[in-house]
């Protein structure tokens, strides 16, 4: 019997919490989308640059933001096993670490902007504004990547409250921002336009870094003063990261292709791919919440060689996230056209992106199983067959059916067939994997 309580409402406890707090990201770049799209001048060319520097920084995000999910993990195992103590200069020295690290990355890439955004196939008026967008934005990167570590510290603390509260604050703030800062206030305020949504977004960056760092230190007795030696467990940490880091990385080779793929097929086509985009992420992080319980709760009940806790924990946040897929099919569908429409109002943007949104709608359930999965698997610490899952999906799955459907002309059909197909690959195996090693280990016990 689980000495964990893995009811509904504890699972939902932590989940809606992670849920508010895992869409706060994609509300960053959704609103500087959709407030960018409804400019008077040039909308098309500043949404596809909004599109394309989103892209390029979730990859930069998503890459080096995995210390979080490692840090989270280590945690919660220790924290389950009731050694909590024998952790307590970790956390600080990841910090450091995963800091350090994005400013070497910062530095790297700022000199070659244009570089970067013409292998997305940017040029023109496109190129400038991505140029523009992402000088600006770029500085939110470290910002971003400690309020990442902290929520990972709460969450292997079983704590999903305070990173909701942060998230929730620098969402609100960013979407206040982008409305004052895009479109000026008459005699107050000069109209930014693209660059008002850049401003808008590091601002809010830098609130929620400062909101993380204050409740790190009030709420919880973790310690930033970095102490020497160096923890075992950060050896650890850092393996964890890097599996994550190469798996990320055959992660945004599949979002990178998207984006050039609708790039070369025209400016209407990458300002529609930006939409799809957008709101499939915002799924994404919206199923994430229960994805997140699954993570935080396996660690804890792995650190306590509570087996068939985790087995019934993974029956449940399946369905819990299933159930959460299917509301947002039917959501995606209802409010089909009005969906694309806060991001544009261009008739021939509307046109691509009404083509091939059902096929984002009927995904989101199995997005849902995939996701929670790899949650449970971050949780569990299987950072290597996670990265070998997504090195398949990606290379064999996903590039594969996005250059055959290409050749033969579908345009947006290709990439989103494609993504299909990478979900499909993705939840079939962590299934497969998490039944073949835990089921066993739950009927002995």
Not at 319 to 331: C, K, S, T, W
Not at 383 to 407: A, H
Request: glycine fraction near 8%.
């Amino acid at each position: 019997m689980s000495k964990l309580n893995i009811s509904f409402k504890h699972i939902n406890k932590l989940a809606i919490p992670a849920l508010l707090t895992g869409i706060a990201e994609p509300i960053l770049s959704a609103t500087d989308a959709a407030v960018v799209g409804n400019i008077d001048v040039n909308a098309t060319e500043a949404l596809a640059a909004v599109g394309i520097v989103g892209s390029f920084l979730s990859a930069l995000i998503w890459i080096l933001g995995q210390t979080r999910s490692a840090l989270q993990a280590i945690i919660s195992q220790y924290y389950g096993a009731n050694k909590l103590d024998e952790v307590s200069t970790l956390p600080a020295q990841a910090i450091y670490f995963n800091v350090l690290l994005s400013i070497v990355i910062l530095g790297s890439t700022v000199f070659f902007i244009q570089d970067i955004f013409s292998l997305y196939n940017a040029d023109g008026l496109i190129l400038k504004y991505c140029v523009d967008y992402y000088e600006i934005r770029v500085w939110g990167f470290p910002l971003t990547l400690f309020t990442f570590a902290v929520f990972g510290i709460f969450r292997g603390l079983q704590n999903t409250f305070w990173p909701m509260v942060v998230a929730i604050i620098g969402a609100v703030l960013n979407i206040g921002l982008d409305f004052i800062l895009v479109y000026g206030i008459d005699g107050y305020i000069p109209e930014l336009g693209l660059k008002g949504a850049a401003y808008a977004s590091l601002i809010a960056q830098a609130v929620m870094a400062i909101l993380a760092l204050l409740l790190l230190l009030k709420k919880t007795n973790i310690s930033l003063r970095l102490k020497f030696p160096i923890h075992t467990e950060l050896y650890t940490l850092i393996g964890m990261a890097l599996n994550l880091f190469v798996r990320t990385i055959a992660l945004n080779v599949a979002l990178y292709l998207a984006n050039a793929f609708a790039t070369d097929y025209g400016k209407n086509y990458i300002a529609a791919q930006t939409i799809l985009i957008n709101i499939w992420l915002f799924s994404a992080f919206f199923i994430d919440g229960y994805a997140a319980a699954g993570n935080i709760l396996s660690g804890r009940l792995l650190g306590a060689k509570d087996y068939e806790g985790l087995l019934k924990l993974a029956k449940k946040v399946s369905l819990y996230g299933m159930a959460v897929g299917l509301f947002l099919v039917v959501i995606g569908f209802l409010l089909y056209t009005p969906l694309g429409l806060l991001f544009s109002k261009e008739p021939m943007v509307i046109q691509r992106y009404k083509e091939v949104f059902w096929i984002v709608a009927l995904m989101q359930p199995l997005n849902a199983v995939a996701f929670i999965f790899d949650g449970i698997f971050k949780g569990l610490g299987k950072m290597k067959y996670l990265r070998n899952v997504l090195l398949i999906s990606t290379f064999v799955g996903f590039v594969p059916t996005l250059f055959i459907l290409d050749y033969f002309d579908y345009k947006l059909y290709s990439i989103w067939v494609a993504f299909v197909v990478w979900m499909l690959f993705r939840a079939g195996a962590l299934i497969i994997a998490f039944r073949k090693q835990y089921a066993p280990k739950a009927a002995v016990q």
